[in-house]
């Protein structure tokens, strides 16, 4: 390219300023705004500085069972970031072969991503609402009387995430096993190693870095989710629907600490996945 | 001596195939069968008939040259995804083209890119509400125009209006544009563009018959996505628009909140046909399987 910064790097650059600006703002908005004074309201100024909100939401009340949605979306999303990473890697594998069904198996879960999110979302909850249907004419007492529905966090819910996260799993695999070099593969394998043990001590090794990125990915998607648990998450909510919920009933600065709060845990998340690539890092050197 | 065999390919591919039979392939196929089946007051009846698409469709022609509900609700979503689409495509390829043509060092891409990324690890309502401080009734836009004496009482279609909603839209998925293209261009051999510009281009005509042409997949993929997103969308449109303003995704969701699957469904069967024929346009200009 040419030698000097010309106009055009500087009308880009401020350009890009520009949007770094509309992306942050809004959200810095709030987490100033979340340490509003007891006395405070929703917008600018602020009228003291305290923890009051925070300390409120902790207590719980003001807000239905936040705690509980909370941790049930932590405990969720950990389980979809392990899912994701385990089927990811596996079906990554499967990729790098051939196998019967593998083009209408790429363009399924190529579809899983385009198909509107609320399709998929009440398609689940027909599917569990005929299952249940069919478990309380068609099963044995002993399983029948009882029963209320097989639709839950970890049943529909899960099945409903992993097709959000799935797809967006496979493709980084593609992205990671397109730049893997096979000849380390063969060395393994000639010098007797069994294809566990390949995979053991030679495949998992370098990839592991791509796949923190994996669950990172599998965790935050999750994590933040709301089209497709709509209608198949079942009885309790996750915290981005309870969330949602609250948006029509916004009156207390609360749901801006609540705001800040979760962003904290995100950032938890990654500083935690960051650390253990770094850790990682240290150890191969 | 005899070699230990890899596990087979479809086993492994099992686990994924397993999840999306069973909660994509299935719920699809179910959606398009209910949407066939009756209903009355509190379930659905095993009977065929088309009255549900029937009754969506109900006095769009009749009605002609006015439009009927479904069909405003279709042609305001569309307007939606046109507008949003036209902005997180020039304001995407923007910070694109600025990352991988203008930044030298790949340090700072990545810096750059990672700092454009860091607030997706906020949930997107926060993303949404957080508009609310600066746009609202009180908010810092209005403080600031009353202040400077432009307006002389709040303007009040700064939020709950189309307006927030294009603008979440923009704030939301503006990214999802910017990394395909920026991608797209990364691919790109810088030296053709010293070879156009040798060859006597301007800066424009090298944007435009150089690096537009071979960003093009990443434009289409951002594209699909953005313009899939908002189509289904009910959550932005619903939070932005203070639950006033319909879309195509909204009709299926008000449906499904009332437990009326089979409307809902056939709802869901046409917005689903809808996205699909966008996609099969979008994916004449670019073969989207070459590009992955």
Not at chain 1, 39 to 44: P, S
Not at chain 1, 209 to 216: K, N, Q
Not at chain 2, 225 to 240: R, W
Not at chain 2, 249 to 274: E, S
Request: hydrophobic share 55%.
């Amino acid at each position: 390219m040419r030698e000097n910064r010309s106009f055009a790097f500087y009308a880009l650059a401020i350009f890009f300023g520009a949007y770094v600006l509309f992306l942050y703002g809004p959200m810095i908005a709030i987490f100033v705004l979340s340490f509003q004074g007891p006395q405070g309201g929703l917008v600018f100024p602020l009228n003291g500085l305290s923890l009051h909100w925070f300390a409120k939401l902790w207590q719980g009340g003001g807000i239905v069972d936040i705690g509980g949605a909370f941790r049930r979306s932590l405990a969720l999303g950990f389980v979809v970031m392990a899912a994701t990473v385990i089927f990811s890697v596996l079906a990554g594998l499967a990729f790098r072969k051939r196998f019967f069904g593998q083009n209408l198996i790429f363009y399924i879960v190529v579809a899983s991503l385009i198909v509107p999110s609320i399709v998929t979302s009440l398609g689940i909850a027909l599917e569990f609402r005929l299952a249940d249907d069919l478990v309380k004419t068609y099963a044995p007492d002993w399983l029948a009387d009882g029963y209320t529905t097989a639709m839950g966090l970890y049943t529909s819910g899960l099945g409903a995430h992993l097709t959000w996260t799935l797809p967006f799993g496979l493709l980084i695999m593609f992205a990671i096993f397109n730049r893997f070099d096979r000849r380390l593969e063969e060395a393994a394998r000639d010098l007797g190693a069994t294809p566990w043990q390949t995979f053991r001590f030679v495949i998992l090794p370098i990839i592991l870095p791509s796949l923190i990125g994996v669950g990172l990915f599998g965790f935050t998607l999750s994590w933040d989710e709301i089209a497709r648990s709509s209608q198949a998450i079942g009885e309790v909510n996750t915290l981005p629907l309870e969330l949602k919920a609250l948006t029509t009933t916004i009156t207390t600065p609360e749901i801006y600490a609540l705001g800040t709060t979760t962003t904290g845990v995100s950032f938890l998340v990654i500083a935690a996945a960051l650390g253990v690539i770094a850790i990682q890092r240290t150890r191969q050197v | 001596m005899k070699t230990q065999r890899a596990a087979p390919a479809w086993l492994q591919a099992a686990p994924l195939t397993l999840v999306f039979a069973l909660f994509f392939v299935a719920p699809l196929i179910l959606v398009i069968a209910v949407s066939f089946l009756d209903y009355n007051d509190y379930e659905i009846v095993p009977a065929f008939t088309l009255r549900n698409y029937s009754e969506t469709f109900e006095g769009c022609v009749a009605q002609l040259p006015d439009l009927c509900t479904i069909l405003k609700t279709y042609v305001s979503t569309a307007k939606f995804c046109l507008i949003v689409w036209a902005l997180t495509l020039v304001i995407g390829f923007t910070i694109a083209y600025f990352l991988a043509f203008h930044v030298r060092s790949f340090t700072v891409q990545m810096a750059l890119a990672l700092l454009c990324t860091i607030p997706f690890w906020t949930s997107n309502v926060i993303r949404m509400i957080s508009w609310i401080p600066l746009l609202g009734r009180n908010g810092l836009v209005n403080q600031a125009l009353l202040g400077l004496r432009l307006v002389n009482q709040p303007v009040e279609w700064l939020l709950y209006s189309p307006f927030s909603i294009v603008l979440a839209y923009v704030h939301l998925f503006t990214f999802f544009m910017v990394v395909p293209i920026f991608n797209s261009m990364m691919r790109i051999d810088k030296t053709l563009v010293e070879a156009a510009y040798d060859a006597g281009a301007s800066a424009w005509q090298t944007l435009w018959n150089v690096v537009i042409p071979l960003s093009k997949p990443g434009i289409v993929i951002g594209s699909i996505f953005v313009i899939t997103i908002v189509m289904g969308d009910f959550i932005t449109v619903g939070v932005m628009g203070g639950q006033q303003v319909a879309s195509a995704g909204k009709v299926i969701q008000t449906r499904l909140d009332a437990l009326q699957f089979p409307p809902g469904a056939a709802n869901a069967v046409i917005l689903l046909g809808v996205t699909l024929v966008i996609i099969t346009v979008l994916n004449r200009i670019v073969d989207i399987r070459k590009e992955l």
